[in-house]
């Protein structure tokens, strides 16, 4: 049984979990709605409440860029060290964002990472704040509202906070302050000042829009799409779920809620001592999908004569940092903030081994050296029980010829052969399921590690030596025009690397120092997946690929020693 197996094994267990998981025990999934039901109101016993607002922005043509759809509206200008956008003047949604850390490149000179855009965009995708009442005849302020800056420069700086004021010329005054800080973190406080008679009611509301549904990458073992966290718990949405059901919602006290990719996240956070009505919604709109998660407060604001009063909501807009998502969930107390990073079902292994990488990589200087010596390291952990598993396969390389006379020699009787096996593996103290526990208490790590460096955003365009300029990238490398030395490009199918070479050469090795299969059938199929996973994980990012590489190159290292101590010829 080799590593190649165990990840076999992994994958196995897992979808057979998943599937039993979702066939046993998962709820049935909430009665369907059509798109027209989107925006229906959530009631009480004593009134209606209104709903956050459904997607109801009117199907306008496409610009024919996104700078286009930007140059429309008098708008605020964000500056920050990690992120560059304006903020329309005219509804105050945040729909223009740009990373300025990340670009699509390796050159820096390359565009910024886009992740928030106007409802004219292409792919819009933004986040709108603001207030609902129970009085439909109150104005409030909507999307197609014009907000005064004052005599101040519209600008938000981490040290200059943007502030915005609009009269609803029936007696309220709403003032909004919005402040940043250093990283990808909005801090919005809305303010109502009551100047009539009566008493003023009024629920806060956030909502984050993304119209057409976005690539993903596929992977089972990657969520992107909508998800939040309510009362400590994870909830993740795929959008093949949420267009078949158009509509979920969820009662919680704090938490949060927005869109993940693999790399960036946008979410709200409203008061965390606050209970909210939260909502996945879909509906269709000029032959394009559009998406929402949305909250709102399940108690008004009640605002006194005379009075003001205010809400204040999170919105984070950026790159998903561990380090840094867990900073808010200690600073500002948004309940589990890192589950936005998809750290699996292995979460208690999965997350210290991302700190591991970091602190190895900010020693090591480089990612990939900290891949290597995490897997040392982890290799020395389970040392123990590597070398009970090895003995234990290398007892039975030793009685393979024994085995194999048996085999011919009972060809035509399979029960006889059987047993006389079974009389010499206990002749020999020789126990064929003996290196099976070892696998399985290694499978939980082997995958968290597999599944950390599959989702880490250090990763990204980090190099590593040679020709491996971004191991979060397929090797560049191929066999077919001997690994660039020929003047021409291959297409991307053909595209096996050196590195995915390397590691199918590492697992061929290592299986021709494991007893071979006792079925003829199984043996050949097992003599294949070298192949099989060399073109596999050629499509795989670089920094995986080396990983399994250097863990097969280890193991075989391990395998040896101890075959040569038990004077099994290697």
Known sequence: MTDQRNMFLAIVISMAILFGWDFFFAPDPPPQTGSNEVQQELATPDAPLPSAPGLIAPATPTPADRSTAITGLPRATIETPSVHGTIPLVGLRFDD????????????????????????????????????????????????????????????????????????????????????DQDYMFTVYDEVENNTDETVSLFPYGLIARIGTPEVLGFFILHEGPLGVFDETLKEVDYDDLIENSLETVTSSGGWIGFTD????????????????????????????????????????????????????????????????????????????????????FYFLTKPFFYALIWLAGVLGNFGLAILGLTIGLRLLLFPLANKQFRAMTKLKKLQPEMKKLQERYADDRTRMNQEL??????????????????????????ALYKVLFVTIEMRQEPFYGWIGDLSAPDPTSIFNLFGLLPYDVPTFMMIGAWPIIMGVTMWLQQKLNPAPADPMQAKIMSFLPIIFTFLLATFPAGLVIYWAWSNALGILQQWVIMRQAGVKA
Request: hydrophobic share 40%; glycine share 8%.
């Open 97 to 180: 964002l740009t990373l300025a850390g990340y670009h699509e490149t390796q050159d820096t000179d390359s565009a910024e990472i886009v992740l928030l855009s106007p409802a004219g965009a292409p792919s819009p995708y933004y986040a709108e704040l603001g207030w609902l009442s129970a009085d439909a005849s109150l104005p409030l302020p909507d999307a197609e509202t014009t907000w005064s800056t004052g005599l101040g420069k519209a600008i938000l700086t981490p040290d200059r906070p943007l502030v915005l004021t609009w009269d609803n010329s029936a007696g309220l005054t709403f003032r909004r302050t919005v402040t940043i």
């Open 422 to 447: 079974m009389e010499l593996y206990k002749r020999e103290k020789a126990n064929p399921a003996a290196g099976c526990l070892p696998i399985l208490v290694q499978i939980p790590i082997f995958f």
């Open 262 to 345: 693999k790399y960036w996240l946008a979410a709200l956070a409203h008061e965390q001592d606050k209970g909210v009505e939260a909502a996945f919604r879909h509906s269709v709109s000029g032959g394009r999908d559009r998406f929402q998660t949305d909250f709102r407060t399940d108690k008004p604001l009640t605002v006194a004569p005379r009075e003001t009063a205010g809400a204040k909501t999170y919105l984070f807009a950026g790159a998903k940092q561990v380090e840094l998502l867990d900073g808010y969930t200690e600073s500002l107390g948004i309940s589990r903030f890192d589950l936005s990073i998809d750290f699996g079902w």
